[in-house]
């Protein structure tokens, strides 16, 4: 029983992997001209959740400090995040996206919904539903790691 889990669950893993990279970006569009890291883009996508402390984001990259203030450094150059002093301790800094930053994330977001929107619209209702049903118990499955934590 134990093997056709595993077995189950690298299918899952390999079959994720295989989705991811066929939502990923085409060479040359959509965030070539911003050149993010991945590192930076999860920290972004942090940012678009609201402002954020360093620690937060250092944790949150599972990075260190001095590490993730250069990366928030080149962000700050790139004109997608700001600092600005915490209204309740003045000795803090969070960060929050600029307009831009956030502009950025929208149009990523959007360009991702319509890929997934693409590729729902190649199955049948049939086959739809049965995706949606194991997202479902997926998301659900999530939701129960998070409350064990």
Known sequence: MQIAKDRLTQQLVDLVERISAQMRPESGEEWSELELTMPQFRAIYLLSQGPERMGNIAGHLRTSMSSATSMIDRLVDKGLVERAPDASDRRVVTCLLTSRGREEMDRFLRINQLRLTRMAGRLTVE???????????????????????
Request: glycine share 8%; hydrophobic share 40%.
């Open 127 to 149: 086959e739809l539903q049965a995706v949606v049903d194991a997202m479902e118990i997926l998301c659900s499955a999530g939701q129960r790691g998070c409350q064990e934590n």
